[in-house]
């Protein structure tokens, strides 16, 4: 039988809550909890997690259909694909910090400055259309210890709580984005295919309406 493939973060904050959504929506995920991939026993979906980063990839190359991400991971890797629903979880903002004690108030003010990111697409765009010129520093975890280590002047990323900013003596100065899970779509989805997405979109937002 057809099925459609939905990738959802295989660890880490998404993780949890994309199950948690698709539970709601009445669908029973087989799950072996060390297994890549997973079927539901009630409605032809077949789940497969992946590394949050992969996952703009595997929707343009059509290898899964749909797929649970945040919409900062999607600007940053995905921003030629399309998303069909805000899933109103994991919401977060993608903002610029400094040190406290630093005078620097808005990005303008790390004009020829260091920025340490996970998310080098996402700055660049606003330092583009903001005119500044900045050097950006690629790290993959761990950012905000940039500064601490002389490394950056300044960092972008993730912020929920604001717990980790304010444990390495860091202050918000702009927000860039702000960001919640989404239902991106492959641009290869099949028609049939798409008919069952219809069906998971309306459990979804029947889910989201009873939530409100
Ligand atoms: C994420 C993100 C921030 C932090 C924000 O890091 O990179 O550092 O969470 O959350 P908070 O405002 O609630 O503190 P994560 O812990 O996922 O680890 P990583 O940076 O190593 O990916
Ligand atoms: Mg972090």
Redesign the pocket.
């Given at each position: 039988m057809n099925k459609l493939r939905i990738a959802i973060q295989k660890s880490?904050?998404l993780n949890q809550d994309s199950l948690q959504i698709l539970k709601n929506c009445g669908i029973s995920i087989d799950n072996g909890k060390d297994q890549l991939k997973a079927s539901a026993t009630n409605f032809p979906i077949e789940v497969f997690y992946l590394r949050n980063g992969d996952i703009p990839q595997y929707l343009r190359d059509g290898v899964v259909d749909i797929a649970i991400i945040g919409e900062n991971v999607l600007i940053e890797k995905g921003s030629d694909l399309e998303f069909v629903e805000r899933l109103g979880f994991s919401k977060?903002k993608v903002s610029i910090a400094v040190p406290k004690e630093s005078n620097a108030t808005s990005l303008k003010d790390l004009n020829g400055k260091r920025i340490a990111t996970?998310y080098p697409k996402t700055v660049q765009k606003f330092l583009d259309e903001q005119n500044i010129e900045a050097q950006i520093h690629i790290i993959?975890?761990?950012?905000?210890i940039a500064p601490n280590i002389g490394l950056a002047d300044g960092i972008c990323?993730?912020?929920?709580?604001?717990?980790?900013?304010f444990k390495n003596g860091l202050k918000e100065i702009e927000v860039l984005l702000k960001s919640e899970a989404v239902l991106a779509v492959s641009p290869e989805i099949s028609s049939e295919r798409k008919e069952i997405l219809s069906k998971l979109q309306f459990r979804i937002q029947s889910v989201l309406k009873g939530k409100q």
């Open positions: 880490g904050r977060c996970s993959n975890g761990s950012v905000e990323d993730i912020v929920s709580s604001g717990s980790t900013l």
